[in-house]
Nanobody, 129 residues
Framework: QVEVVESGGGSVQSGGSLRLSCEASGYPGTSYCMGWFRQAPGKEREGIGGSDSDGNVRYAETRDGRFTLSRDNGKNILYLQMSSLNTEDTAMYYC???????????????????????WGQGTQVTVSS
């Protein structure tokens, strides 16, 4: 089984920054596709972006430039750097992982909810004005 664990959420004032971390583990020798998503109350879960095993990143169409994904080289660790946060960024932030087509390596970043099999519990980000 694959375990996905997020950390780094919390409360921040409008205009502030946060960095979220995510680590996936499970199948030995596997480098996962990994991505970040968020879900605000009463809204659907939406993609922020995803990374392949080489750290190449693809962002969702709604990306506004304030969020940056990065991957720890050679590891199943994905970061989400968020800046200039505003109250509309208040949401539960989820990390997800998926095995690539070959099983042990991910060659294409994934950005859609339905592409991921394994999800973390989420980390809450609350932005106050």
């Amino acid at each position: 089984q694959v375990e996905v664990v997020e950390s780094g959420g919390g409360s921040v004032q409008s205009g502030g920054s946060l960095r979220l971390s995510c680590e996936a583990s499970g199948y030995p020798g596997t480098s996962y596709c990994m991505g970040w998503f968020r879900q605000a109350p009463g809204k659907e879960r939406e993609g922020i972006g995803g990374s392949d095993s080489d750290g190449n990143v693809r962002y969702a169409e709604t990306r506004d430039g304030r969020f940056t994904l990065s991957r720890d080289n050679g590891k199943n660790i994905l970061y989400l750097q968020m800046s200039s946060l505003n109250t509309e960024d208040t949401a539960m932030y989820y990390c997800a992982a998926a095995r690539g087509r070959g099983g042990y390596y991910c060659r294409d970043p994934l950005i859609y909810v339905q592409e991921y099999n394994y999800w973390g519990q989420g980390t809450q980000v609350t932005v106050s004005s």
